[in-house]
């Protein structure tokens, strides 16, 4: 079935490094979510990219949509242990009928 | 307060038996969705309703069933035919049924099978 691919799996990092996720599908994306689930908690929405080439930020992060809408990238400038979790990226491929998540980058950090 | 609950967060059941997980909410969305998490793996789909007195199938339905009878509740059991139950269960709801409609969550069920 449809599939939104996201990596790396797992990323660690020192703190104060930066980081990043991508997500890519083989088709066309109507919109993309990403959400972030903290270690033991449930996923929790951050934000919605929707159009080609649109770059949305959110204090150190920063969220992009391809300009062919097939993939996506979030990155964390300077990161903290704050940002300690598992990012998701959800999508709805063409043809889809629903939402479907990514794998999930699982975020640790060196203090 | 508003939001989505869940109950209980821990369960443990033997082999073999039935289990209901709960689900709440009282945002006044209209879909509500299962999702199953296992270690190191995204989120999949079990069920989802658009509607009150509806749902459907998602990617990983065997072995489950869903109920619909109020909007606020969702309610999934785990069936004895589901041969690998023990996982990480998340309820969510939208304010409809929508690929741009931002899902809220419940603090999951963690359903061990012994």
Not at chain 2, 22 to 29: D, I, K, P
Not at chain 2, 91 to 109: E, L, V
Request: proline letters at 5%.
């Amino acid at each position: 079935g449809q599939q939104v691919m996201q990596i790396p799996q797992y990323q660690h990092v020192q703190e104060g490094e930066d980081f990043t996720t991508y997500c890519n599908s083989s088709t066309t994306l109507s919109n993309i979510q990403w959400y972030k689930q903290r270690p033991g908690g449930h996923p929790v929405f951050l934000i919605q990219l929707v159009k080609s080439g649109e770059v949305k930020k959110q204090k150190r992060l920063t969220f992009q949509f391809g300009e062919a809408k097939k993939n996506s990238s979030l990155h964390i400038t300077a990161t903290q242990t704050t940002d300690v979790g598992t990012y998701f990226c959800a999508g709805k491929p063409r043809g889809a009928q629903k939402l479907v998540f990514g794998q999930g980058t699982r975020l640790t950090i060196n203090p | 307060d508003g939001g989505i609950t869940q109950s209980p967060k821990y369960l443990f059941r033997k082999e073999g038996q039935n289990v209901t997980l709960s689900c709440e909410q009282n945002l006044n969305h209209d879909a509500m969705y299962w999702y199953r998490q296992d270690p190191g793996q995204g989120l999949r789909l079990i069920y989802y309703s658009q509607i009150v007195n509806d749902f459907q199938k998602g990617d990983i339905a065997e072995g489950y069933s869903v109920s619909r009878e109020k909007k606020e509740s969702f309610p999934l059991t785990v069936t004895s035919a589901q041969k690998n139950p023990t996982a990480f269960y998340l309820c969510a709801s939208s304010i409809a049924y929508g690929p741009t409609d931002t899902q809220y969550f419940g603090p999951g069920t963690r359903l061990t099978v012994l």
